[in-house]
């Protein structure tokens, strides 16, 4: 009747891998996936449940922003900056404008620069509060975004009285503001920051003092500090590192160095850390906006700008604090009325690229833990 | 756990032109010219030299550049191209830009990814977009295009698609205009 085959009876080696037979998978996350907030992918290579390699691989929603500013002038490239990172379309605005006006020395007038502050701060506000739901949403708790939204919208309200938009605002020009606030704007605004200061114990009771979200975060994606900075990694990120690097205080620009305000900063670089620095944030944007309604100047809303913008020759560098971390703009004139180049560099693309080093060895699950605290937008990664 | 936390501020900020002159002086021959404009302190340097350089930067404690901003490049056209490597420090609270000339044809420089390793996508979009060949890079393939794209989007000679195919169908500005532009 025959034999057993041998190849049948053989017992392979396995001791490494206790007794089991395991093979390396690799999993395709994105592009189209809830948790990348628009289309990143990641080349995931998994042992069981372990990440041993990710790669994220980007570029999705490349635009080409630098090379089509090199096609108009330079108040026609505000409403193209605007779309980069579409949760900040004001802070997107600013250091552009900066830029120019520090080429030209053109003065702007203190109104416009107090109502650049609040409405930047507005904005950074609705860009974290996203941030503050969707987390949330990404661990598995529906209700906080319900929440979020809801202070969002006041805010969000007062940026539409102002600017008409809600998502790609246009209202930054060279040398000032589009228009001058309407009648309203102080009050809503004000309305707005005072009601999200008052339920934020509400967010970080429901989320941070949740027994579950401490476990899916505290202690998760960690980030070495040096690495962060090797990668040019800012923002919130960076800070829940405990670098206290935040441009508002280190290079302060618009009139931000007459205001009060702290940056928190965390200590252990984890989920944890990063989403409380977050939150902590929108308290001190409140603060800040508060200040700035108090001493709103009375003047015009944009100073003697020339009918025709031509820069000097020359280069300069312009950075600023985005919500989600440093924004520069390195431009170039060759004396006219376009950017000879224009180099965007972007908060998104310098904190992403730190994530395979922070997905390596993690669990599965945590890689939405990780990437949701890395508070990114795809349209900013990209440009 | 790396820098310690220390909350700087814009005052304890090292003036830029103190800075500039301890950059020259650590830096020593590698730096053709060291400048500071509009608070930026701007550094050339020979490309030979680049990856010294910016060592230095990063580990002398008075310099202590350890945080990589970017790295990109201007088109020059006929007169090459300029690599630009962006370092702040966050401890003295400044910003230096380092400059590399490159020659037009066949432009190439040392990869910094074994300084920073936050150059790696950095470069690899300077290649996909200039044509900058960086020798050591791990891995140079296309960061944002599809594999087989051809062409250097961010060259000046590229011309914008749109722009191809079909020309822009009015004067931007009077300039235009009046150089014989059509109107609409």
Redesign the interface.
């Known amino acids: 009747m025959g034999t057993v085959p041998e190849d049948l009876t053989r017992v392979p080696d396995h001791s490494s891998t206790g007794g089991l037979h395991t093979e390396e998978m690799v999993l395709n996350v994105g592009p189209q996936h809830p948790a990348t907030h628009g289309v990143l992918r990641v080349l995931v290579s998994v042992d069981g449940e372990r990440i041993v390699r990710a790669e994220p691989v980007i570029g999705y929603m490349h635009r080409g922003h630098e090379k089509l500013v090199e096609q108009r002038d330079f108040r026609q490239i505000t409403n193209l900056l605007s779309r980069m990172d579409w949760l900040s379309g004001i802070n997107n605005e600013i250091p552009a404008s900066m830029a120019v006006e520090r080429m030209l020395e053109l003065e702007v007038p203190r109104r416009a620069q107090y109502l650049r502050v609040i409405l930047a701060e507005l904005n950074r506000i609705t860009n974290h509060l996203m941030f503050t739901g969707s987390f949330g949403l990404e661990l598995g708790a529906t209700t906080p975004v319900m929440y979020a939204f809801r202070e969002r919208e006041l805010i969000q309200e007062a940026l539409e009285l102002v600017t008409g938009g809600r998502m790609h605002f246009g209202f930054i020009r060279p040398g000032g503001l589009k228009e001058d606030v309407p009648r309203g704007f102080v009050e809503l605004a004000r309305r707005g920051v005072r009601q999200l200061v008052a339920k934020i114990p509400d967010y970080e009771n429901l989320l941070m003092g949740n027994e579950i979200f401490k476990q899916r975060t505290v202690g998760v994606g960690r980030l070495d500090p040096a690495l962060a900075l090797d990668h040019g990694v800012s923002g919130p990120i960076l800070r829940a590192c405990g670098i206290p690097y935040d441009i508002r205080k280190v290079d302060p620009y618009l009139v931000y160095d007459e205001f009060e305000f702290d940056t928190p900063l965390g200590a252990q670089g984890d989920s944890f850390d990063r989403f409380w620095v977050l939150v902590q944030e929108m308290k001190e944007s409140a603060r800040i906006v508060e200040q700035a309604l108090d001493g709103l100047p009375e003047g015009s809303h944009i100073g003697a700008v020339p009918k025709r913008l031509t820069l000097p020759k020359g280069q300069i560098y312009c950075h600023a604090e985005n919500p989600l971390g440093e924004l520069g703009y390195y431009l170039v004139s060759d004396g006219g009325n376009k950017p000879y180049r224009l180099k965007i560099r972007t908060p998104s693309f310098s904190n992403i690229s730190v994530a395979a080093h922070m997905l390596r060895g993690a669990f599965v699950p945590d890689m939405i833990a990780i990437l949701g605290s890395m508070f990114f937008v795809v349209g900013d990664i990209d440009r | 756990?790396?820098?310690?936390?220390?909350?700087?501020?814009?005052s304890e900020?090292v003036d830029p032109e103190e800075f500039s002159r301890r950059v020259a002086g650590k830096l020593g021959d590698a730096a053709d010219s060291v400048d500071v404009?509009?608070?930026?302190i701007?550094v050339s340097v020979p490309a030979r030299a680049v990856v010294g350089a910016a060592r230095t930067l990063r580990d002398d404690p008075e310099l202590d550049c350890?945080?990589?901003?970017?790295l990109?490049a201007?088109?020059w056209e006929a007169n090459g191209f300029e690599v630009?490597v962006?370092l702040s420090t966050?401890t003295h609270?400044n910003?230096v830009?380092i400059h590399i000339r490159l020659p037009a044809e066949s432009p190439s420089m040392a990869s910094l990814t074994a300084v920073?390793?936050?150059a790696?996508?950095h470069e690899r979009e300077c290649a996909e977009?200039f044509g900058i060949t960086f020798d050591g890079h791990p891995n140079l393939v296309k960061?944002?295009?599809p594999e087989d794209f051809e062409g250097y989007?961010?060259r000046r000679s590229?011309k914008?698609a749109s722009?191809k195919y079909k020309a822009w169908p009015g004067a931007?500005?009077?300039?235009e205009a009046a150089a014989g532009g059509p109107l609409r």
């Open positions: 756990m790396g820098t310690p936390p220390r909350s700087l501020r814009s900020r404009r509009n608070g930026t701007h350890a945080y990589f901003t970017f990109s201007i088109d630009l962006v966050l609270g910003t830009v920073f390793g936050g790696n996508w977009m960061l944002y295009l989007p961010l590229f914008l722009r931007k500005d009077e300039e």
